[in-house]
């Protein structure tokens, strides 16, 4: 009697605390060292995560914010809770939704996320990279919709933006993205939430990107790291499965590295057999959990769990599989206190300049609406307004067979930034515009360029001439620009200058990092399917692999 009695005491006080964890209680997750851990205890924490986005296959837009309909949220949470999750990652958000309720839903569960800055329409795009004030101001959008939950663990400056040896520059954009984020979190007096970046995993280039991101001085490096790991697929050892080398290849790292995707797919159903050597003692040490891709289960084949037109779901055997794995690991707790500091100089160094990576470690300046105002304000003969975006391209190309648009373009590889290169597409092609009538001695008719043109009375306000010094006439001189917020402006700014090169003129504005990425040698297609954004928004492009269609 005594004892049924004492237990149902127990059970009833352990079900009262849980219920009472809210929002406000949910610690938040920092960074010390090379592992996370709760911010009130001092226990590391391990991500147990979970992809969560479904494709936007039957709406309108280019993405579906999993976080925005609380309804389906709460569904979800049920079964993401029954498999011991306590992160899921989403990649898109819409920062015009509501997310109260299905964060707080997830508070209530224990549930952090980890959201990608980006969405498909704005996002770092590795074949034209450029870091803008547009995406800026995207970045900081989602920052200060979501800077107030505990629950978030953290961002993503980008996903998968250098995919290989090509497109290794354009790293430096996002490494900037990292850093003016951060600067900006400051800036703001939030809380100090991490941002990291998602790599896929090139073998040739993922030792050079790791080092490039977690490399530097802390206000511009990343403050973690994942890679989204596809290689072990069906039975594998530590060995086999290539995490042994891995996990050689980023012991030293210096900052807290994961899975930011992994589950292989080529052998199904998936079992799973990889969770208990990631969250084992070979693995803990240098790792810190992984995020299970994905949730939904839709035409590529990574579901956990599918969801019927009736928005009825049903646990598919992966989820079963990945629930017995998931439930038999108990991995090792570090101690904070064994830690190096986070503020201790990273063990890191950054790649030098080899044949496999070509990122400058000048890294692109920070756009600033002032300068570009003060540009803008600047020129007598500009773009009309009238002009379609869509004849940019053309016209930027016909005007820099005449002019050095070096002012408004850059080179991640050289690490020269035109002054001016975070400006709008507009402003850019104003300036172009204006840096050609000049040259033309200001004849009328040199401001026309098929009346696309227009002229325009110019100003310089006292604040501005600093600006237009540093940069030059011809934007060739830089300038780094500073972090805006809306009641002030912050940290660190201005020129170091320098003359500026690189290339002709790119058309602007960022679209979505497009094209699946490259060779992958154990999973070649799952790597491409890996980021649903991608395929997603080029929409129309269609990646087959295996037998697999992925819209
Ligand atoms: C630390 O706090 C977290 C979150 O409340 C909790 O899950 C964990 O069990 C705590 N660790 C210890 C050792 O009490
Ligand atoms: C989307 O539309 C297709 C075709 O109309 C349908 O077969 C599918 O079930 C729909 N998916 C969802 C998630 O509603
Ligand atoms: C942030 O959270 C605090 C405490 O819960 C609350 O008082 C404040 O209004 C919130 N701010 C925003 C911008 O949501
Ligand atoms: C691990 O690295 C070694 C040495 O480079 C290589 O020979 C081996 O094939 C790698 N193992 C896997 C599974 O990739
Ligand atoms: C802390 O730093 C020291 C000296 O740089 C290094 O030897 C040690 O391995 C580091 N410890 C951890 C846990 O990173
Ligand atoms: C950047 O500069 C390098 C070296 O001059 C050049 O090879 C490369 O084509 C340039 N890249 C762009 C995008 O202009």
């Known amino acids: 009697m005594m004892g049924v009695t004492l237990k149902s005491v127990l059970v009833s006080a352990l079900v009262g605390l849980t219920s009472i964890v809210k929002a406000a ?65 989403v990649y898109a958000l819409d920062v015009n939704e509501d997310h109260t309720e299905c964060m707080q839903a997830l508070a209530d569960a224990g549930i952090y996320i980890i959201a990608d800055l980006s969405q498909p329409d704005e996002s770092i795009n590795r074949k034209d990279p450029q870091w803008t004030l547009d995406l800026f101001q995207r970045y900081t959008d989602v920052v200060d919709k979501f800077h107030n939950y505990t629950n978030v663990l953290g961002f993503f400056a980008g996903n998968e933006v250098t995919n290989d040896d090509t497109n290794t520059a354009a790293s430096a954009y996002v490494k900037a993205a990292i850093r003016d984020t951060k600067a900006y979190i400051k800036a703001k007096n939030y809380r100090s939430i991490p941002v990291g970046y998602s790599s896929n995993d090139d073998d040739i280039i993922r030792v050079a990107l790791a080092d490039y991101f977690a490399c530097g001085n802390q206000d511009e490096r990343a403050d973690f790291f994942g890679i989204n790991m596809y290689e072990w697929c069906g039975t594998q050892t530590y060995q086999s499965s290539g995490y042994q080398n891995a996990t050689e290849d980023y012991k030293n790292l210096g900052i807290p590295i994961f899975f930011s995707e992994y589950g292989c797919n080529q052998v199904q159903p998936r079992r799973f057999e990889e969770v208990s050597t990631l969250f084992g003692s070979q693995m803990t040490d240098v790792w810190s959990g992984g995020i299970v891709y994905m949730y939904f289960e839709e035409e590529n084949n990574y579901g956990l769990v599918s969801v019927d037109s009736n928005g009825k779901v049903s646990t598919l055997d992966d989820y079963n599989y990945y629930k017995s794995e998931i439930k038999k690991i108990s991995p090792s707790s570090a101690s904070i206190n064994s830690q190096n500091a986070t503020g201790a100089s990273s063990p890191t160094s950054c790649p030098t300049a080899t044949d496999v990576w070509a990122a400058s470690t000048e890294l692109p300046p920070t756009p600033d609406k002032d300068i570009c105002d003060c540009m803008q304000s600047s020129l007598k003969c500009v773009v009309k307004d009238s002009v379609d975006d869509e004849d940019y391209a053309d016209l930027y190309d016909y005007v820099c067979a005449k002019v050095d648009c070096s002012g408004i373009s850059s080179n991640g590889t050289t690490g020269k930034y035109g002054a001016y290169s975070p400006c709008s597409p507009k402003e850019k092609l104003s300036f172009v515009f204006n840096l050609y009538y000049l040259d033309q001695g200001e004849s009328s008719s040199a401001c026309d360029f098929s009346g696309s043109a227009s002229l325009k009375s110019a100003s310089t306000a006292s604040s501005c001439s600093a600006y237009l010094s540093s940069a ?77 269609i992925m819209i």
């Open 472 to 548: 030059g006439v011809s934007g060739l001189g830089s300038i780094q620009g500073s972090v805006r917020t809306d009641t002030s402006e912050a940290t660190g700014s201005n020129g170091k200058s320098g003359s500026s090169s690189g290339s002709s003129s790119t058309s602007s504005g960022s679209s979505s990092s497009s094209s699946g990425s490259s060779d992958k040698k154990s999973a070649a297609s799952s790597v491409t399917l890996t980021a649903f954004t991608k395929a997603g928004v080029i929409g129309l492009s269609m990646i087959v692999g295996f037998g697999m």
């Open 25 to 89: 209680d949910l610690p938040a997750i920092e960074v010390v060292g090379n592992k996370f851990f709760y911010s009130n205890n001092g226990s590391q924490f391990y991500i147990k995560g979970i992809a969560y986005q479904q494709n936007p296959e039957n709406s309108t837009g280019t993405f579906v914010d999993p976080l925005a309909n609380a309804e389906t949220c709460k569904r979800d949470i049920a079964y993401l809770s029954a498999i011991d999750t306590n992160v899921i990652r």
